[in-house]
């Protein structure tokens, strides 16, 4: 049992006495491993032999189930309409009290401490060019949060945390650091999570791992044959001969120019150059009647 959430109905030192018992008591522990609550039911509660006390077996079935993982229930006090369980606040005894017309729980740990709560995780945008996607970078984030000092008191602290944005990461990616949210009384500090987000290139599109460019050629140089020239994310210069003929919607893949995989250390996705041909708005009768003999027409 990692938590026990405490629900109690009729006689509390009855019930909390039998349920300390069972923990403590080997042999109790044992009938209800092999028997579960059909085990526990003819017991006589602490203090008296038979069922004089007015301790009903089944609240004790009740009980058990909400201690050993059994879908809770609630249960009705004396009073019609009224149900009575632990309040979380902390007030009224070593239980924290009661309250009637109220669904109001506490969690307590195997040694009968309070669980602080652990608020859901702090997500925060993290913009990366993609040549930083590319080839890696360092990032520096200068935080400020909320923190509780030896007094107990709120105090604001600030913080450099380092982010080291590895080649390949892609958008959606998530950087955690555990629990460097702000710190609030009686509850554990939240996690703080950057993702990546991608900005935009003027050049390149990223799709998955590889990178796609656009590029426009005349209706000449998509017969005749041209170069493509370009300069990579990480700086480099590149002429890319296009000997096939360029029809409209043609694509080259250029093996190896794309993102980094970061699965596959040293391997990298494809380039693919998409290519537009340019037809003139006009031709002279001379470049018409040279183009249809050049094309065999």
Same mark, same amino acid.
């Given at each position: 049992?990692?938590?026990? @959430?405490?629900?109690?109905?009729?006689?509390?030192?009855?019930?909390?006495?039998?349920?300390?018992?069972?923990?403590?008591?080997?042999?109790? !522990? /044992?009938?209800?491993?092999?028997?579960?609550?059909?085990?526990?039911?003819?017991?006589?509660?602490?203090?008296?032999?038979?069922?004089?006390?007015?301790?009903?077996?089944?609240?004790?079935?009740?009980?058990?189930?909400?201690?050993?993982? +059994?879908?809770?229930?609630?249960?009705?006090?004396?009073? $019609? %309409?009224?149900? /009575?369980?632990?309040?979380?606040?902390?007030?009224?005894?070593?239980?924290?009290?009661?309250?009637?017309?109220?669904?109001?729980?506490?969690?307590?740990?195997?040694?009968?401490?309070?669980?602080?709560?652990?608020?859901?995780?702090?997500?925060?945008?993290?913009?990366?060019?993609?040549?930083?996607?590319? +080839?890696?970078?360092?990032?520096? /984030?200068?935080?400020?949060? &909320?923190?509780?000092?030896?007094?107990?008191? *709120?105090?604001?602290?600030?913080?450099? @945390?380092?982010?080291? =944005?590895?080649?390949?990461?892609?958008?959606?990616?998530?950087?955690?650091?555990?629990?460097?949210?702000?710190? *609030? $009384?009686? *509850?554990? $500090?939240?996690?703080?999570?950057?993702?990546?987000?991608?900005?935009?290139?003027?050049?390149?599109?990223?799709?998955?791992?590889?990178?796609?460019?656009?590029? !426009?050629?005349? @209706?000449?140089?998509?017969?005749?044959?041209? &170069?493509?020239?370009? &300069?990579?994310?990480?700086? !480099?210069?590149?002429?890319?001969? =296009?000997?096939?003929? =360029?029809?409209? %919607?043609?694509? @080259?893949? =250029?093996? !190896?120019?794309?993102?980094?995989?970061?699965?596959?250390?040293?391997?990298?996705?494809?380039?693919?150059?998409?290519?537009?041909?340019?037809?003139?708005?006009?031709? &002279?009768?001379? *470049?018409?009647?040279?183009?249809?003999?050049?094309?065999?027409?």
């Amino acid at each position: 049992m990692k938590h026990l @959430l405490l629900l109690v109905y009729g006689d509390i030192e009855c019930a909390f006495t039998l349920l300390m018992q069972v923990l403590n008591d080997p042999q109790k !522990r /044992m009938i209800y491993d092999q028997d579960g609550e059909e085990g526990l039911k003819d017991m006589p509660p602490p203090g008296s032999s038979g069922n004089s006390s007015g301790f009903n077996p089944r609240s004790a079935e009740d009980i058990f189930a909400e201690f050993f993982g +059994s879908s809770p229930f609630e249960f009705s006090s004396p009073g $019609p %309409g009224r149900s /009575m369980r632990f309040q979380s606040d902390g007030g009224g005894g070593m239980f924290g009290g009661f309250t009637g017309g109220e669904n109001i729980f506490r969690s307590y740990s195997e040694g009968g401490s309070p669980v602080p709560r652990k608020p859901p995780p702090i997500e925060s945008k993290l913009p990366c060019c993609l040549a930083e996607l590319y +080839s890696g970078s360092t990032r520096k /984030m200068k935080i400020s949060r &909320t923190v509780m000092d030896a007094n107990g008191r *709120q105090t604001t602290e600030t913080e450099i @945390l380092t982010i080291e =944005v590895k080649p390949g990461w892609k958008k959606g990616t998530k950087i955690t650091f555990p629990d460097k949210g702000n710190e *609030q $009384p009686n *509850q554990l $500090p939240a996690d703080l999570v950057f993702v990546i987000d991608e900005k935009a290139h003027d050049v390149f599109q990223r799709d998955g791992n590889d990178l796609i460019m656009n590029h !426009r050629v005349t @209706l000449a140089e998509a017969i005749g044959g041209t &170069t493509v020239n370009l &300069t990579t994310l990480d700086g !480099r210069d590149l002429s890319i001969p =296009v000997t096939d003929i =360029v029809s409209p %919607g043609y694509e @080259l893949a =250029v093996a !190896r120019e794309g993102m980094p995989i970061v699965k596959e250390p040293g391997n990298r996705g494809d380039l693919r150059i998409k290519f537009e041909v340019k037809f003139p708005n006009q031709l &002279t009768e001379e *470049q018409r009647a040279g183009l249809k003999r050049a094309l065999g027409g």
